[in-house]
């Protein structure tokens, strides 16, 4: 299920493209992409990025070439996260974040297991039926830069067999082991 596009006044949907999985020579744009989005995204997603853009969607535009990407990363046996959403300032506003949060979405369903994310804007990723959950499953270096940029952070997550009336409150965060 696609959301809506929200749009801000003023801004215009670039034309429609598909999504596709990131390539070899994609690797400098989509670090141009991350850095620039620091601190909001976390300088590790940048420095793994010559092990992880495997696992990136991006979505190209005909004139400025990538500029929307996220990633669906395994971190552990029966959890996924996404990773890197981001996107070009220039196409803020236009529903391209929705595009690529949806995708993963649909492809972390067919694996059957829970899916987590850290971010911001929690109520953002609340409409693709994420619930609001402790930090402590992330490592210890992640845990470590989140705590000392200073801003807000909340852990989410998304279960793979959502219980019907909600998370029960019994049921503990995530945890991942670190090696």
């Known amino acids: 299920m ?10 215009v949907p670039p034309p429609e493209t598909e999504l596709e999985v ?4 994609d690797q400098s744009a989509l670090l ?31 004139d400025d070439g990538i ?3 996220g990633a669906l990363q395994q971190v552990r046996d029966d959890r996924l996260e ?7 300032p220039n196409h803020r506003g236009t529903g391209l974040a929705s595009r690529i949060v949806a995708a993963l979405v649909r492809r972390a369903e ?12 929690p109520a953002f990723f609340e409409r693709f039926g994420f619930v609001e ?6 490592p210890p270096q992640r845990l470590a830069f989140h705590k000392a940029d200073g801003q807000r952070r ?6 793979a067999f959502p219980f019907p009336l909600g998370l029960p409150s019994s049921i503990p965060a995530p945890r991942i082991s670190t090696p």
């Open 133 to 138: 959950t402790r930090l402590d499953w992330l």
């Open 32 to 62: 141009a992409l991350l850095a620039e989005a620091i601190p909001s995204c976390s300088p590790e997603t940048v420095w793994q990025l010559p092990w992880t853009w495997p696992t990136y969607l991006v979505l190209r535009h005909p």
């Open 154 to 159: 909340s852990g989410m997550v998304r279960r």
């Open 110 to 121: 067919r694996f059957e297991k829970d899916l987590l994310c850290v971010t911001k804007s």
């Open 22 to 25: 990131a390539r070899y020579e």
């Open 82 to 88: 996404l990773r890197g959403i981001v996107v070009h």
């Open 2 to 11: 696609l959301l809506p596009h929200l749009s801000l006044p003023g801004r």
């Open 67 to 69: 500029i929307a990407a």
